[in-house]
T-cell receptor, first 113, second 112 residues
Framework: DSGVTQTPKHLITATGQRVTLRCSPRSGDLSVYWYQQSLDQGLQFLIQYYNGEERAKGNILERFSAQQFPDLHSELNLSSLELGDSALYFC????????????FGSGTRLTVV | AQSVAQPEDQVNVAEGNPLTVKCTYSVSGNPYLFWYVQYPNRGLQFLLKYITGDNLVKGSYGFEAEFNKSQTSFHLKKPSALVSDSALYFCAVRDNTDKLIFGTGTRLQVFP
Protein backbone atom coordinates (compact mmCIF):
# COMPACT_ATOMS: atom_id res chain seq x y z
CA ASP A 1 0.00 0.00 0.00
CA SER A 2 1.56 3.26 -1.18
CA GLY A 3 -0.55 5.45 1.10
CA VAL A 4 -2.29 7.13 -1.82
CA THR A 5 -5.88 5.92 -2.09
CA GLN A 6 -7.91 6.13 -5.26
CA THR A 7 -11.56 5.22 -5.59
CA PRO A 8 -13.22 3.59 -7.35
CA LYS A 9 -10.75 1.08 -8.79
CA HIS A 10 -12.93 0.37 -11.80
CA LEU A 11 -15.68 2.37 -13.44
CA ILE A 12 -17.81 1.50 -16.45
CA THR A 13 -20.09 4.17 -17.79
CA ALA A 14 -21.85 5.22 -20.96
CA THR A 15 -20.91 7.96 -23.38
CA GLY A 16 -22.24 11.35 -22.39
CA GLN A 17 -22.20 10.59 -18.70
CA ARG A 18 -20.29 12.29 -15.89
CA VAL A 19 -18.07 10.59 -13.32
CA THR A 20 -16.01 11.65 -10.31
CA LEU A 21 -12.71 10.06 -9.38
CA ARG A 22 -11.42 10.50 -5.87
CA CYS A 23 -7.90 10.61 -4.49
CA SER A 24 -6.68 10.75 -0.92
CA PRO A 25 -3.01 11.69 -0.78
CA ARG A 26 -0.43 10.13 1.50
CA SER A 27 -0.56 11.55 5.00
CA GLY A 28 1.40 14.80 5.15
CA ASP A 29 1.56 15.30 1.38
CA LEU A 30 0.28 18.67 0.19
CA SER A 31 0.51 18.19 -3.58
CA VAL A 32 -1.80 16.09 -5.69
CA TYR A 33 -1.17 15.34 -9.36
CA TRP A 34 -3.53 13.71 -11.84
CA TYR A 35 -2.28 11.72 -14.82
CA GLN A 36 -4.08 9.88 -17.60
CA GLN A 37 -2.55 6.69 -18.96
CA SER A 38 -3.86 5.41 -22.24
CA LEU A 39 -2.37 2.78 -24.50
CA ASP A 40 -1.47 5.13 -27.31
CA GLN A 41 -0.45 8.23 -25.35
CA GLY A 42 1.47 7.00 -22.36
CA LEU A 43 1.27 9.00 -19.15
CA GLN A 44 -0.17 12.45 -19.72
CA PHE A 45 -0.12 15.08 -17.00
CA LEU A 46 -3.53 16.59 -16.39
CA ILE A 47 -3.39 18.92 -13.39
CA GLN A 48 -1.65 19.62 -10.09
CA TYR A 49 -2.93 21.05 -6.84
CA TYR A 50 -0.82 22.24 -3.96
CA ASN A 51 -2.44 22.85 -0.59
CA GLY A 52 -5.81 23.53 -2.16
CA GLU A 53 -4.65 25.75 -5.00
CA GLU A 54 -4.22 24.84 -8.65
CA ARG A 55 -0.52 24.95 -9.41
CA ALA A 56 -0.06 23.57 -12.91
CA LYS A 57 -2.27 22.52 -15.75
CA GLY A 58 -1.41 20.13 -18.55
CA ASN A 59 -3.35 18.66 -21.41
CA ILE A 60 -6.64 18.61 -19.55
CA LEU A 61 -9.78 18.81 -21.62
CA GLU A 62 -12.38 21.47 -20.89
CA ARG A 63 -14.81 18.64 -20.10
CA PHE A 64 -12.54 17.68 -17.22
CA SER A 65 -12.16 19.57 -13.97
CA ALA A 66 -10.59 18.96 -10.60
CA GLN A 67 -10.32 20.40 -7.16
CA GLN A 68 -8.49 19.83 -3.91
CA PHE A 69 -10.46 20.14 -0.72
CA PRO A 70 -9.38 21.52 2.70
CA ASP A 71 -8.66 17.99 3.93
CA LEU A 72 -6.33 17.70 0.88
CA HIS A 73 -8.23 14.98 -0.90
CA SER A 74 -8.84 15.66 -4.55
CA GLU A 75 -11.54 14.87 -7.06
CA LEU A 76 -11.29 14.68 -10.82
CA ASN A 77 -14.57 15.26 -12.61
CA LEU A 78 -15.00 13.97 -16.15
CA SER A 79 -18.13 14.99 -18.05
CA SER A 80 -19.70 14.39 -21.45
CA LEU A 81 -17.64 11.25 -21.61
CA GLU A 82 -16.43 9.90 -24.93
CA LEU A 83 -15.10 6.49 -25.88
CA GLY A 84 -11.62 7.99 -26.12
CA ASP A 85 -11.70 8.94 -22.44
CA SER A 86 -11.32 5.27 -21.54
CA ALA A 87 -8.01 5.06 -19.71
CA LEU A 88 -6.28 4.56 -16.40
CA TYR A 89 -6.38 7.69 -14.28
CA PHE A 90 -3.64 7.98 -11.70
CA CYS A 91 -3.32 10.26 -8.76
CA UNK A 92 0.04 10.93 -7.20
CA UNK A 93 1.04 12.96 -4.18
CA UNK A 94 4.18 14.58 -2.84
CA UNK A 95 5.04 16.41 0.32
CA UNK A 96 5.87 19.62 -1.52
CA UNK A 97 5.38 21.16 -4.93
CA UNK A 98 8.98 20.72 -5.92
CA UNK A 99 8.66 17.61 -8.01
CA UNK A 100 11.28 15.65 -6.13
CA UNK A 101 9.34 12.46 -6.61
CA UNK A 102 5.81 11.25 -6.34
CA UNK A 103 3.92 8.46 -4.64
CA PHE A 104 1.30 7.01 -6.95
CA GLY A 105 -2.05 5.49 -6.21
CA SER A 106 -3.11 2.27 -7.90
CA GLY A 107 -5.34 4.11 -10.34
CA THR A 108 -8.94 4.13 -11.52
CA ARG A 109 -9.66 2.23 -14.70
CA LEU A 110 -12.39 4.05 -16.59
CA THR A 111 -14.20 2.30 -19.40
CA VAL A 112 -16.63 4.31 -21.48
CA VAL A 113 -19.04 2.20 -23.52
CA ALA B 1 10.60 22.24 -23.06
CA GLN B 2 11.86 19.46 -20.85
CA SER B 3 11.37 15.96 -22.19
CA VAL B 4 12.64 12.41 -21.96
CA ALA B 5 12.83 9.76 -24.62
CA GLN B 6 12.81 6.02 -24.19
CA PRO B 7 13.91 4.68 -27.56
CA GLU B 8 12.97 1.06 -26.96
CA ASP B 9 9.37 -0.10 -26.64
CA GLN B 10 10.53 -3.45 -25.33
CA VAL B 11 13.71 -4.97 -23.96
CA ASN B 12 14.16 -8.72 -23.73
CA VAL B 13 16.80 -10.29 -21.52
CA ALA B 14 17.51 -13.71 -20.11
CA GLU B 15 17.36 -14.23 -16.38
CA GLY B 16 20.75 -13.74 -14.79
CA ASN B 17 22.02 -11.48 -17.54
CA PRO B 18 22.62 -7.75 -17.08
CA LEU B 19 19.90 -5.42 -18.26
CA THR B 20 19.83 -1.86 -19.51
CA VAL B 21 16.78 0.27 -20.17
CA LYS B 22 17.66 3.44 -22.03
CA CYS B 23 16.55 7.01 -21.40
CA THR B 24 17.75 10.28 -22.87
CA TYR B 25 16.68 13.68 -21.71
CA SER B 26 16.38 17.23 -22.93
CA VAL B 27 16.32 19.99 -20.33
CA SER B 28 17.43 23.53 -19.82
CA GLY B 29 19.46 23.76 -16.67
CA ASN B 30 20.27 20.95 -14.28
CA PRO B 31 18.12 17.86 -14.77
CA TYR B 32 16.16 16.13 -12.05
CA LEU B 33 15.65 12.59 -13.35
CA PHE B 34 13.61 9.66 -12.12
CA TRP B 35 12.84 6.03 -12.85
CA TYR B 36 9.53 4.40 -12.01
CA VAL B 37 8.29 0.84 -12.50
CA GLN B 38 4.73 -0.26 -13.17
CA TYR B 39 3.58 -3.82 -12.58
CA PRO B 40 0.32 -5.03 -14.17
CA ASN B 41 -2.78 -3.40 -12.71
CA ARG B 42 -0.69 -1.37 -10.31
CA GLY B 43 0.36 2.24 -9.95
CA LEU B 44 3.86 3.45 -10.66
CA GLN B 45 6.48 2.72 -8.01
CA PHE B 46 9.52 4.92 -7.45
CA LEU B 47 12.86 3.24 -8.18
CA LEU B 48 15.45 5.98 -7.98
CA LYS B 49 16.25 9.59 -8.75
CA TYR B 50 19.15 11.81 -9.70
CA ILE B 51 19.15 15.32 -8.29
CA THR B 52 22.83 16.07 -7.90
CA GLY B 53 26.03 14.35 -6.81
CA ASP B 54 27.38 10.99 -7.89
CA ASN B 55 26.61 10.01 -11.45
CA LEU B 56 25.80 6.45 -10.38
CA VAL B 57 22.55 6.33 -8.45
CA LYS B 58 21.47 3.23 -6.56
CA GLY B 59 17.81 2.48 -6.07
CA SER B 60 15.30 -0.14 -5.06
CA TYR B 61 15.35 -3.85 -5.98
CA GLY B 62 19.02 -3.78 -7.02
CA PHE B 63 18.52 -1.24 -9.80
CA GLU B 64 20.93 1.58 -10.50
CA ALA B 65 21.12 4.33 -13.07
CA GLU B 66 24.00 6.20 -14.59
CA PHE B 67 23.71 9.91 -15.26
CA ASN B 68 25.80 10.97 -18.26
CA LYS B 69 25.73 14.69 -18.89
CA SER B 70 27.70 14.62 -22.12
CA GLN B 71 25.39 12.05 -23.66
CA THR B 72 22.27 13.46 -21.92
CA SER B 73 21.38 9.96 -20.81
CA PHE B 74 20.08 8.31 -17.67
CA HIS B 75 20.05 4.60 -18.38
CA LEU B 76 18.60 2.14 -15.90
CA LYS B 77 20.73 -0.92 -15.17
CA LYS B 78 20.78 -4.09 -13.14
CA PRO B 79 23.68 -6.55 -13.02
CA SER B 80 21.54 -9.70 -12.95
CA ALA B 81 17.94 -9.70 -14.15
CA LEU B 82 15.15 -11.61 -12.44
CA VAL B 83 11.94 -12.88 -14.01
CA SER B 84 10.11 -10.79 -11.42
CA ASP B 85 11.71 -7.64 -12.90
CA SER B 86 9.40 -8.01 -15.91
CA ALA B 87 7.31 -4.83 -15.92
CA LEU B 88 6.86 -1.45 -17.60
CA TYR B 89 9.58 1.08 -16.81
CA PHE B 90 9.19 4.84 -17.08
CA CYS B 91 11.87 7.49 -17.12
CA ALA B 92 10.80 10.99 -16.03
CA VAL B 93 12.22 14.50 -15.79
CA ARG B 94 11.13 17.39 -13.67
CA ASP B 95 10.06 20.32 -15.79
CA ASN B 96 10.29 24.03 -15.06
CA THR B 97 6.91 24.05 -13.30
CA ASP B 98 8.10 21.29 -10.96
CA LYS B 99 5.96 18.50 -12.31
CA LEU B 100 7.25 15.23 -13.74
CA ILE B 101 7.16 14.56 -17.47
CA PHE B 102 7.23 10.87 -18.26
CA GLY B 103 8.64 8.97 -21.19
CA THR B 104 6.53 6.56 -23.19
CA GLY B 105 7.70 3.57 -21.20
CA THR B 106 9.77 0.48 -21.96
CA ARG B 107 8.43 -2.99 -21.38
CA LEU B 108 11.08 -5.25 -19.87
CA GLN B 109 10.62 -8.95 -20.42
CA VAL B 110 12.96 -11.27 -18.53
CA PHE B 111 12.91 -14.85 -19.78
CA PRO B 112 13.73 -17.81 -17.53
Amino acid sequence: DSGVTQTPKHLITATGQRVTLRCSPRSGDLSVYWYQQSLDQGLQFLIQYYNGEERAKGNILERFSAQQFPDLHSELNLSSLELGDSALYFCASSVDAGGYGYTFGSGTRLTVV
Amino acid sequence: AQSVAQPEDQVNVAEGNPLTVKCTYSVSGNPYLFWYVQYPNRGLQFLLKYITGDNLVKGSYGFEAEFNKSQTSFHLKKPSALVSDSALYFCAVRDNTDKLIFGTGTRLQVFP
